[in-house]
């Protein structure tokens, strides 16, 4: 059974203080790792999509990375604006009608 | 690109009522779309799969006739929350999956449901 796991669950940053974020997970053939970012009482927003280790995305002040086991989003120099849930989701190969598996999340707090 | 709509955004309703949340992809064609739950600070959960013209698949523990899903074109799919009680409060979210090879899921705005 697919896994993935999200650490920390929480994470306060001052402003500019730039962290990383982790996603751990266990897939049977990885075909996609995804990264989210969650607003209370909104839908998730794609970010990212990984597909191999060594690949590597940035946008802005975010930065995807992968390996065979995980994945971190880092956050550089985050402002208040980058408060927000990140969830971490994974498609294996053999997910039947292509599901997602989603960690926990990691909700960001950034304090000016 | 890739936008979702979900349509209500929230609704109030009492027990024993349907309610329908209608979701549709704006500027491209699904044919697949998901339906999620979202309990408060939880994860989300996957309830059904829900392919464009046949049957929806729905996950171990999810009431098939309670959470009736129609997946008519390819830009709409709905759900319908069939006699509703308080325990299906929640928040819905539907995503749909972009055409092309990257499988990418793209999610609409959600809908709050408050059964009273």
């Known amino acids: 059974e697919d896994q993935v796991t999200q650490s920390p669950e929480a994470l306060r940053l001052q402003e500019g203080e730039s962290s990383s974020l982790n996603c751990s997970y266990t897939v049977s053939g990885l075909r996609g790792l995804f990264w989210y970012r969650q607003d209370p009482g909104k839908g998730p927003e794609f970010l990212f999509t990984?597909?191999?280790a060594g690949e590597e995305k940035e946008k802005e002040r975010l930065k995807a990375t992968l390996t065979k086991k995980e994945s971190f989003l880092h956050i550089t120099a985050p402002k208040p604006e980058d408060s927000a849930t990140y969830l971490c989701a994974v498609q294996s190969l053999k997910a039947a009608g292509n599901k997602l598996t989603f960690g926990g999340g990691t909700r960001v707090l950034v304090k000016p | 690109g890739a936008v979702v709509s979900q349509h209500p955004s929230w609704v109030i309703c009492k027990s024993g009522t349907s309610v329908k949340i209608e979701c549709r992809s704006l500027d491209f064609q699904a044919t697949t779309m998901f339906w999620y739950r979202q309990f408060p600070k939880q994860s989300l959960m996957l309830m059904a799969t829900?392919?464009?013209?046949?049957?929806?698949?729905?996950e171990q523990g999810v009431e098939k006739d309670k959470f009736l899903i129609n997946h008519a074109s390819l830009t709409l799919s709905t759900l319908t929350v069939t006699s509703a009680h308080p325990e299906d409060s929640s928040f819905y979210i539907c995503s749909a999956r972009a055409p092309g090879g990257a499988d990418t899921q793209y999610f609409g705005p959600g809908t709050r449901l408050t059964v009273l």
């Open positions: 990984l597909y191999s």
């Open positions: 829900s392919n464009e013209g046949s049957k929806a698949t729905y």
